[in-house]
């Protein structure tokens, strides 16, 4: 039985179903040339910066902009799915004196001492 050149599930089951081992290497190797393709590791690459930068933009929408890019980078459109189902982050409320962020249960700033 000849392997095509093609590494699918069908060809590669009956190789390696196959009592000839020089036919199951053949089979491995086909398979293994697929995996270590250039052109598929580009797209992948591509594909994985797109659902970051898709991620990013949502997050800039939503004020997460780190929580969603790595939402986006794991786990690609499923991230931004979940991403658009998160709520909207809110940002810390500021001190009056000095500017800064606070806590939203503190009584004084703790980096000017300032009531709030």
């Known amino acids: 039985m000849a392997l095509s050149e093609n590494c699918d599930v069908t060809a590669l089951t009956q190789a390696l179903q196959s009592a000839d081992p020089d036919e199951q290497m053949q089979a491995l190797d086909v398979c ?7 052109t598929l590791w580009y797209w992948l690459i591509g594909f994985t910066v797109v659902c970051a930068l898709v991620g990013a933009l949502i997050g800039k929408y939503k004020n997460a902009v780190v929580r ?14 979940i991403s658009l189902l998160l709520p909207k982050a809110t940002p810390k409320p500021l001190c009056r004196a000095c500017g800064k962020p606070v806590d939203a249960g503190d009584r004084h700033c703790r980096h000017c001492g300032a009531a709030l």
Do not use: K, V
Request: proline share 10%.
């Open 68 to 81: 969603d890019t790595l939402l986006g980078l794991a786990l690609g459109p499923i991230g931004w799915g």
């Open 32 to 38: 293994l040339s697929a995996l270590t393709d250039p």
